[in-house]
């Protein structure tokens, strides 16, 4: 069962290569790592470039000024069986890789707790999930996301489920895990297999307060609906034509 481990960059440089050198050691020699590049202007490219293993698959000079559309394009490139969701800035725990492939003998879907640390690697939460107060659940995701997607790991099955991404959708991890609570086996491990490392120039703040409006925040909540719901009568026609 081959691995492909998907991540989005852009002006990674700071913390990139200790990322990928704890994810490479948990890959073996069929596995790869698809990387799609929004266009960094730091040294992301020449990092990525300098490890010299074919394994990693660059997707260059992408022009989506946009993590989501970023990701999706990661996530269409991959030829794995098994897809992991990795942060350009975060550390993959030594047995981060071999404990969700257990759990995927059973779930089409796992998502693993994580530590908090700093840009330093310094202790800020234990446990992501308490933080979070991350659980299962459609409507109570709908409301608050518990699809964190550094600590994500599913099926092929779930990743041609959530493919294409729609319009208008404001996170990646959300919309997957969205699908995944509609048509998928779930497991929440209570291991944390990461360090989640919060910073500055983090994509995704959640550590912080939101900046979006009471208005924005009910309209990422009807994006998602509506493309929930266009992609359930999508599968509906397919099936009725058969």
């Known amino acids: ?24 050691m948990q890959l073996g020699e069929e596995d790869e790592i698809v990387i ?22 660059l997707l260059k000079e992408q022009t989506f000024h946009s993590h989501v559309y970023n990701f999706e394009h990661a996530l269409k490139h991959a030829k794995g069986d098994t897809i992991f969701l990795a942060d350009q800035d975060d550390i ?15 779930y089409d879907l796992v998502l693993s707790d994580a530590k908090m640390v700093n ?35 599913f099926n092929r099955k779930l990743l041609e489920i959530t493919l294409p991404f729609p319009k208008h959708i404001n996170m990646h991890d959300w919309w997957i895990g969205m699908n995944a609570e509609l048509y998928s086996s779930i497991i929440f491990t209570e291991d944390p297999l990461i360090l989640y490392r919060r910073h500055e120039d983090a994509l ?39």
């Open 1 to 24: 069962m081959s691995i492909s481990v998907c991540i989005a960059t852009y002006n990674g440089e700071n913390y990139l290569k200790e990322q990928i050198d704890s994810i490479l």
């Open 119 to 153: 840009d330093l690697k310094e202790p800020i939460c234990d446990s992501f999930f308490t933080f979070n107060h991350s659980k299962r659940g459609f409507f109570k995701n709908l409301y608050k996301n518990s699809y964190l997607g550094c600590c994500m790991a």
């Open 36 to 57: 799609s590049d929004d266009s960094s202007t730091d040294k992301t490219i020449e990092i990525l470039e300098s490890f010299h293993d074919k394994r990693i698959v």
């Open 204 to 242: 995704t703040p959640v550590d912080r307060q939101s900046s979006n409006t009471f208005w924005q925040k009910i309209g990422f909540r009807l994006a998602m609906i509506r493309g929930l719901l266009l992609r359930y009568l999508q599968h509906l026609f397919s099936k009725e034509k058969r």
């Open 92 to 106: 993959w725990l030594p047995h981060k890789v071999s404990h969700m492939l257990a759990l995927l003998q059973e």
